[in-house]
């Protein structure tokens, strides 16, 4: 009894400080975060007045823009599909995603109420008042990374 | 200053011999605390409960589960435990892991040889969600699951509600062995809050969490993602948006919960503040932000510190009560 109780405390402690030891990630240079033993680093990161990320843009013939789908990208949750987007986009792989897109498109039971002529990836940066504020929807800066025509 | 001799239980070599009296409130107030004993069916529940949230995940995300798989090399970034790989395992494999997975989460869940079956599920349970981690973003809403498994899988937790109970049909009682478990739990559960807590004060935003300012960029950061990602703005966001107040509120409702979290084990009534309010912050995040925390918003994360077995001892008197008198009604005539 004494032996399975000591054995109990013992794994106890060890199991608190190993969910405990990521915390020190949070001074570290480069943290590195894990599975299940996390820091959360999520909503820690400070943000800036704007903001900008890697998406995939439509352009209908008639020239207006449209933001397509994650789910066109890659299979996963949201953020996932996302930072594989990003990961295409720096690795300058853009147009094999688009190649990929593209087939999703053709294979989309609801088609668009428009016709694509255009798919690209872009690393756009917005304003992020404007954006929820004012509804502005267009980028203070745009860079294209990839486009296809369709 | 009064000396207090010897321990009633055992020897404590890590102690100096002659210790104050102090030091025995204290460690008579932590063995109480940890060796609280509990009914082997309030365990019982907590295995049926995590083993249903997580088969619920494994069958609801299984055609996702397998696409990823099937993804390619390069979006996977090894993590954790399965760090060594050098690359995604086959399709096929993953396929067999993931069917061996579901069969022996239902075998956890009916308790059917846990003795070898729980730490079993708990340890692939642990290497599955590691591996699904590895493609490009880990996700941490699956944490508190995964550790409830880790440490209910190691434990005498099929002495109820269980096939290995009906087969050795002997009252089992309450004893901490059961309760211990639970404890641990509870502890491991504050503990995940307070890390995510002091990793907001501790980055770059520190005690700017607290205004509102911050929060309200990091909800907005979050929203405009899903706009440029083809997604859906939640209405709540854009009715609170203008109002910096309110997300002043919510953060410092959110350190309070995350940094506090500890001291919701101090009393009873402070545990269940914290976990209905800790819950709604779940909801709350939900509804701004449209993010999902299926095991916390369910409270499921929570049941460790509710004595559950009650609701069950309950229902059963309750039933029993009314069978018998249908049984007197029906003698009566």
Redesign the interface.
């Known amino acids: 009894m ?1 032996k ?3 054995l ?2 013992w794994g ?1 402690v060890l ?2 400080a190993v ?2 030891a ?2 020190k990630e ?2 570290k240079a480069k943290p590195k ?17 704007t ?1 900008g ?1 890697y ?2 843009l439509g352009v209908d013939t008639l020239g207006q823009r449209h ?6 990208a ?12 990003a ?2 986009a720096k690795k300058g ?1 853009g147009s094999e995603l688009l190649d990929r897109v593209e087939q999703q498109l053709k294979r989309k039971k609801k088609p668009f109420s428009y016709s694509l002529s255009e798919i690209k990836l872009v690393k ?1 940066e ?1 304003h ?1 008042e404007h ?3 004012d509804m502005e929807r267009l980028p203070i800066a745009e860079k294209v990374m990839a486009t296809k025509k369709l | 200053m009064k000396i207090w001799k010897g321990f009633p239980l055992q020897r404590r070599s890590w102690l100096p011999k002659n210790y104050s009296m102090k030091t025995k409130r204290i460690i008579d107030r932590l063995q109480a605390f940890w060796f609280a004993p509990a009914p082997a069916e309030r365990l019982a529940i907590l295995r049926i409960g995590t083993g249903g949230f997580a088969l619920w995940y494994l069958l609801s995300r299984f055609s996702m589960l397998r696409r990823m798989a099937r993804g390619g090399e390069a979006h996977f970034e090894a993590i954790g435990l399965v760090a060594e790989l050098g690359g995604p395992i086959p399709p096929l494999a993953f396929d067999a892991v993931l069917y061996i997975l579901i069969g022996l989460n239902l075998l956890y869940i009916l308790g059917w040889k846990f003795k070898y079956i729980g730490p079993l599920f708990a340890t692939l349970l642990l290497l599955f969600l590691t591996y699904r981690n590895s493609w490009a973003m880990i996700y941490h809403n699956r944490n508190a699951l995964v550790l409830q498994v880790l440490i209910i899988g190691w434990t005498t937790a099929a002495d109820a509600f269980s096939l290995d109970a009906l087969r050795s049909r002997t009252l089992k009682g309450i004893h901490w062995r059961y309760g211990l478990p639970i404890k641990l739990i509870c502890v491991a559960t504050v503990c995940t809050y307070f890390v995510s807590g002091v990793a907001k004060v501790a980055g770059d935003l520190s005690w700017e969490w607290a205004t509102g300012e911050a929060l309200r960029s990091q909800v907005a950061v979050d929203a405009i993602r899903k706009v440029l990602l083809g997604g859906e703005l939640e209405p709540v966001f854009m009715w609170i948006y203008p109002y910096t107040w309110v997300f002043m509120v919510m953060g410092i409702t959110t350190l309070i919960l995350e940094l506090g979290a500890p001291f919701a084990l101090w009393k009873k009534r402070l545990t269940w503040v914290w976990v209905v309010l800790t819950w709604l912050m779940h909801w709350g995040i939900f509804f701004v932000m449209g993010i999902r925390f299926r095991y916390q918003m369910t409270g499921l994360i929570f049941l460790a510190f509710f004595d559950t077995e009650k609701v069950w001892f309950g229902l059963k008197q309750w039933y029993s009560k009314n069978v018998q008198r249908s049984n007197r009604t029906l003698s009566s005539y």
């Open positions: 004494v399975e109780k000591h109990a405390i106890s199991l608190i969910i405990l990521p915390i949070n001074w975060d894990s599975f299940p033993f996390s820091y959360y680093p999520m909503f820690s990161k400070k943000r800036g007045e903001y990320m998406y995939l933001f397509l789908s994650y789910k066109l890659g299979t996963g949750g949201f953020n996932q599909v996302r930072r594989q987007i990961k295409c792989d756009g917005y992020l954006f929820f504020e």
